[in-house]
Nanobody, 125 residues
Framework: QVQLVESGGALVQAGGSLRLSCAASGGTFSSYNTGWFRQAPGKEREFVAGIVWSGDGTYYADSVKGRFTISRGIAKNTVYLQMNSLKPEDTAVYYC??????????????????WGQGTQVTVST
């Protein structure tokens, strides 16, 4: 079993930056691909970014491409989401998720086996 804990969410002004962290314990997190998803009130959970277990491959939703960067820590048990040029539409609860997907980065929530509890990101105008 893998346990995931997100942190780093906050209230920030538009144009600002935040770095979210996803810390893993238990299981073999280093062999799982990791994705960041977000869910705004009244909307479905959507894929934001993903990274292959080795850290060699990444994939981003079009809405965040060029602004967000996903990366793995040196110890491989933490995944980060650096968010720059934040917009009000980025406001959501952000979740990290882990799944055994080989070299493929899943963009659908059902493809991931483990989830954190989420961290709130609010971007004000």
């Amino acid at each position: 079993q893998v346990q995931l804990v997100e942190s780093g969410g906050a209230l920030v002004q538009a144009g600002g930056s935040l770095r979210l962290s996803c810390a893993a314990s238990g299981g073999t997190f280093s062999s799982y691909n990791t994705g960041w998803f977000r869910q705004a009130p009244g909307k479905e959970r959507e894929f934001v970014a993903g990274i292959v277990w080795s850290g060699d491959g990444t994939y981003y939703a079009d809405s965040v491409k060029g602004r967000f960067t996903i990366s793995r820590g040196i110890a491989k048990n933490t995944v980060y989401l650096q968010m720059n040029s934040l917009k009000p539409e980025d406001t959501a609860v952000y979740y990290c998720a882990a799944g055994s997907l080989g070299l493929r980065i899943g963009v659908r929530a059902y493809e991931y086996d483990y989830w954190g509890q989420g961290t709130q990101v609010t971007v004000s105008t």
